[in-house]
């Protein structure tokens, strides 16, 4: 099975060898961190957490008296989450520019998020092309997980109030996740590809691989890709709590709440944001002389078939998803120095995935020479954003040379052993290539590769 498994790799690395290659050339954030890739690395590689307690106001429920809103406060088991900083400061999202613009009735929040970071990414890249062709050869692959639930939860009160008629008639574009990859399509004329991944808390990395193939197979140049989401609502926090997904046991201290890989972990905290990245064909990045920070090499993909929202207790999805993306980029697993893990700080997840790890990466892994962290001690869960998000971090790390570590981890879980161990603090080191992980509900699993061009 060794011997068959190599030659299956070497063959489809000969075959993808001959694909375009790509190349991350511009990259937006909006985060629990702040609004922009700059404030965000810097505040997750000094330690910070982005992570507070809600307050009644952020359940996003219109229309309901005072009583109602501080009694399904009350009710709510999880009263933290990583909320994404508002205002007209520097690092804060401003309302007014991307959610009450002329456009407004029919732009949700989550649309918002991604119009913001779609607007760094591609002004980080400069690329905002005027010329037709151009503009068809660049297209938007920008997915979410959930959508506009607080939307969908104000229309349904008009039926119970008998005002059905008041419907807008935006109500349906508010709530389509395609619509993220539509508004930011229409907005700058791009009339490439235009797609959308719903694939759970896998939808970033997922709309990240799909965009690179895009590119690879030639039908674009250019695509802006990513994951957005705005899920910070009472119905939201309340399904996933029904789940027994979330972390009830740090209400009083919110910014120890998400512990991913701690031995006193208890469930995920929800957060909110978008990440993009313009992802280009690397001789069209080259030509027009753009800066790049990493190239995609590997792009992994797998499906648990074992439960709704468990994986399976030997993590074999994960194992395949990590395989196939490092198969995929023909680099050997001790040339990769570093990897952003999916761990959302559950008591199953994480050591599953810790195990699955190691699996893969050996000798490597238990020698302590692979960097490891779960960056969502510091921003949360972002659902369908956190793979986008967390591809990010993976290609800043290449980039700045640093691996983040992982807040709140002080009683390190026993499947760790050894030189084997996740980074508690950010540290500097050469990392040649990074790999990503994602893994949803439904047993959806997803890994980017990412490198330095020059390996």
């Given amino acids: 099975m060794t011997r068959l498994r190599s030659l299956f790799s070497r063959r489809l690395f000969s075959s993808v060898a001959s694909l375009r290659r790509v190349v991350v050339t511009g990259l937006g954030a909006v985060t629990p961190l702040g609004c922009g890739v700059e404030p965000t690395w810097r505040r997750l590689i000094e330690g910070k957490c982005g992570i507070r307690a809600i307050r009644p106001e952020d359940l996003r429920i219109d229309g309901v008296d005072e009583a109602t809103l ?56 400069n690329w905002l092309p005027n010329e037709t062709e151009e503009k068809e050869r660049t297209g938007v692959s920008v997915g979410g997980g959930i959508g506009s639930i ?148 590997g792009y992994g993909m797998s499906g648990d078939a074992y439960h709704i929202t468990q994986p399976q207790n030997n993590g074999k999805g994960a194992m395949l998803a990590m395989r196939r993306a490092i198969d995929q980029s023909g680099l050997h697993p001790n040339e990769i120095d570093y990897v952003n893990a999916h761990a959302t700080s559950t008591p199953i997840g994480d050591a599953i995935e810790a195990n699955a790890i190691k699996s893969v990466f050996s000798d490597h892994a238990t020698s302590g020479a692979l960097g490891l962290s779960s960056t969502k001690g510091a921003i949360g869960h972002l659902l369908g954003a956190a793979g986008a998000v967390e591809a990010i971090f993976s290609v800043l790390a290449i980039y700045h040379g640093i691996a983040p570590g992982t807040l709140n981890l002080e009683k390190i879980d026993p499947v760790f052993e050894g ?37």
């Fill in 70 to 125: 501080a009694y399904t406060y009350e009710q709510l088991p999880s009263k933290v989450a990583a909320v994404v900083p508002r205002g007209k400061g520097q690092g804060e999202f401003d309302e007014e520019v991307w959610l009450q613009s002329k456009d407004s009735k029919s732009i949700s929040a989550f649309i918002s998020y991604a119009l913001c970071a779609a607007d760094e990414a591609l002004r980080d890249a």
């Fill in 150 to 297: 607080s939307d969908i939860f104000d229309a349904s009160k008009l039926i119970n109030e008998k005002k059905i008629r008041r419907l807008s008639p935006y109500f349906v574009p508010k709530i389509l996740i395609n619509m993220a990859s539509g508004h930011v399509s229409m907005k700058y004329g791009f009339q490439g590809p235009n797609h959308a991944a719903v694939t759970a808390c896998a939808t970033g990395a997922h709309s990240i691989g799909d965009a690179t193939r895009m590119i690879q197979f030639g039908d674009a140049d250019v695509m802006v890709a990513g994951g957005t989401e705005c899920s910070i609502d009472a119905l939201s926090i309340a399904g996933f709590s029904r789940l027994r997904a979330l972390s009830t046991k740090y209400n009083a201290t919110p910014e120890a709440s998400s512990r991913p890989f701690d031995c006193d972990r208890d469930g995920f905290v929800i957060g909110e944001g978008a990440g993009v990245m313009v992802l280009e064909a690397f001789e069209h990045a080259k030509e027009r002389g753009a800066k790049i920070y990493a190239e995609v090499r």
């Fill in 419 to 455: 030189a084997y161990a996740p980074l508690v603090h950010a540290k500097k080191m050469p990392i040649r290539a990074a790999l990503s992980n994602s893994f949803g509900f439904g047993g959806t699993n997803a890994s980017l590769l990412f490198s330095s061009p020059t390996i």
